[in-house]
């Protein structure tokens, strides 16, 4: 017999799939299931470190990362065997378990698609080793028919691997009826068969007034309705897949202790390094658009990863963000540079073999007097330590390139292996570094926010996800037939 799978596909992107495999997947382990995520191809430029193939570690979008924190167990690269890191808007870096295979335009993916297949399903036999329910998240919609052909995230995977499927609505975004029942008008017969029911997510206010909905696309599908799931405000307590939430993402309070201003950068990558420092009560966080200056009165500036920092630094440029940011520092403010954002900071940066595109270089913003070669080879780890004034972290790398100089003699931390890593000016009031993650311990956090006058809570963030997973997986106890969408999932194993 199979093991026990279900697949959430969605009428479109955004719909909350990511979200509801991660509660689904901690309600179903406190009802004593080992369950385990899975995501046959992702497209996110946030990624997270995981248990690799082969030992070391390979990486994978960080919605599997937080999906594998709701199930209790270590991220591994069979949870998302192909991972789609944008680099340009028509291009992207392809990694396959962990590991990247090649850079391919995006027509040049739609031919390397279908030969990935054997891989994903190799990394889904995997996980249906260790598990007694295996919950797959889709991709974008199975309605974008054009797209079928080399499927391998939605329902190319589901009907390779013999997977059910629940299809996902999101009422808040308008035309949910019309999104399902539309979705099932242009599926060709075989792939409708796969469905075994809907749900509605991102219902607010009183649910009940959605029953006759219920019924309508009940009888126009065939499918039963597995529930509605409310607004759910936890969500907004973990980390977001997809930049696309910074664009709707409101301006800190005013009268916050601290302003902070961190650049939305058109390659942002591991924004959620930030989400931390956003739920302390004295910080007030600001993502600043394309087209807007950085505001004159932060306190900090933060400039987040990228997925390619040289085309990052020229869109920077673009913005006229560097001519905000040398009279942010005149001014006595502080600046903060994570992983690209780091390499930024520096007085230049070269990718002599072309490894982000063309080869070429530029002068970074002289706030560091440190420079970056960008190398083929790939830093990929987990790592910890300590800050200058002793909180430790726990924490991780993804990044290419080499960032040496004099300004490293003030490293920005020392990793457990007594290696240090990033560098501070001379005054202190500029500090870069690989490190994601660093804020997430609380006395981490404390101690760096200290240096900036501002208090901290202290808590670890780690803390505050688990409590919002706890939450969601509440709700969805009270409003989705849990044991209904679990009998489909152990349908898949019956002869």
């Given at each position: 017999m199979r093991v026990p799978a279900l697949m959430l596909q969605g009428t479109g992107s955004d719909v909350g799939k990511s979200l509801l495999v991660a509660g689904l997947a901690r309600a179903y382990r406190r009802r004593g299931l080992a369950v385990r995520p899975f995501k046959a191809q992702n497209m996110s430029n946030n990624a997270a470190v995981a248990a690799g193939v082969e030992g070391g570690?390979?990486?994978?979008?960080?919605?599997?990362?937080?999906?594998?924190?709701?199930?209790?167990?270590?991220?591994?690269?069979?949870?998302?065997?192909?991972?789609?890191?944008?680099?340009?808007?028509?291009?992207?870096?392809?990694?396959?378990?962990?590991?990247?295979?090649?850079?391919?335009?995006?027509?040049?993916?739609?031919?390397?698609?279908?030969?990935?297949?054997?891989?994903?399903?190799?990394?889904?036999?995997?996980?249906?080793?260790?598990?007694?329910?295996?919950?797959?998240?889709?991709a974008g919609s199975p309605a974008e028919v054009n797209l079928r052909p080399g499927d391998i995230a939605n329902m190319g995977f589901a009907r390779a691997a013999g997977v059910p499927v629940v299809l996902v609505g999101d009422i808040d975004r308008g035309g949910v009826i019309?999104?399902?029942?539309?979705?099932?008008?242009?599926?060709?017969?075989?792939?409708?068969?796969?469905?075994?029911?809907?749900?509605?997510?991102?219902?607010?206010?009183?649910?009940?007034?959605?029953d006759d909905g219920l019924r309508i696309i009940a009888e126009r599908t065939g499918w039963p309705a597995f529930g509605v799931l409310p607004w759910l405000p936890a969500a907004a307590r973990l980390p977001a897949e997809d930049a696309v939430v910074l664009e709707t993402r409101p301006t800190g309070p005013e009268g916050k202790a601290l302003r902070v201003a961190v650049p939305m950068l058109a390659r942002i990558a591991n924004f959620d390094d930030l989400d931390p420092l956003a739920r302390e009560a004295g910080v007030s966080l600001t993502f600043v658009p394309p087209g807007r200056p950085l505001p004159g009165d932060a306190d900090l500036v933060v400039l987040p990863g990228s997925k390619a920092t040289l085309a990052d630094l020229a869109f920077f440029r673009a913005q006229g963000w560097d001519v905000d940011l040398a009279g942010h520092v005149r001014r006595g403010g502080h600046v903060w540079g994570f992983c690209g954002g780091y390499q930024m900071l520096g007085r230049f940066i070269a990718d002599p073999d072309g490894v982000e595109g063309t080869p070429g270089?530029?002068?970074?913003?002289?706030?560091?007097?440190?420079?970056?070669?960008?190398?083929?080879?790939?830093?990929?780890?987990?790592?910890?330590?300590?800050?200058?004034?002793?909180?430790?972290?726990?924490?991780?790398?993804?990044?290419?390139?080499?960032?040496?100089?004099?300004?490293?003699?003030?490293?920005?931390?020392?990793?457990?292996?007594?290696?240090?890593?990033?560098?501070?000016?001379?005054?202190?009031?500029?500090?870069?570094?690989?490190?994601?993650?660093?804020?997430?311990?609380?006395?981490?956090?404390?101690?760096?926010?200290?240096?900036?006058?501002a208090a901290s809570d202290g808590m670890d963030h780690r803390v505050v996800v688990e409590a919002a997973l706890d939450e969601i997986a509440d709700a969805m106890e009270q409003h989705l037939d849990l044991d209904g969408l679990l009998a489909v999932a152990r349908s898949r194993g019956e002869p």
């Open positions: 570690h390979g990486e994978i979008g960080r919605a599997q990362a937080l999906q594998a924190l709701a199930c209790g167990v270590a991220p591994s690269v069979h949870m998302n065997p192909v991972l789609l890191k944008p680099q340009s808007d028509v291009g992207a870096q392809v990694v396959v378990q962990g590991r990247v295979l090649t850079t391919a335009r995006a027509g040049d993916y739609l031919t390397l698609k279908p030969t990935l297949l054997p891989r994903v399903l190799e990394s889904f036999v995997h996980l249906e080793a260790e598990a007694d329910l295996v919950l797959v998240e889709g019309a999104s399902l029942v539309g979705t099932a008008a242009v599926l060709d017969p075989a792939d409708r068969a796969m469905i075994r029911g809907f749900l509605i997510n991102r219902f607010r206010g009183d649910i009940r007034l959605f270089s530029a002068p970074g913003l002289g706030l560091l007097d440190v420079e970056t070669v960008l190398t083929s080879r790939k830093t990929v780890r987990e790592v910890g330590g300590r800050l200058p004034g002793g909180a430790m972290f726990s924490g991780y790398e993804i990044h290419v390139g080499v960032t040496s100089g004099p300004d490293c003699v003030r490293p920005a931390l020392t990793l457990g292996d007594g290696r240090s890593d990033g560098a501070m000016s001379v005054d202190c009031r500029i500090r870069g570094t690989y490190v994601h993650g660093l804020l997430t311990a609380g006395a981490a956090r404390a101690e760096l926010l200290s240096g900036l006058g």
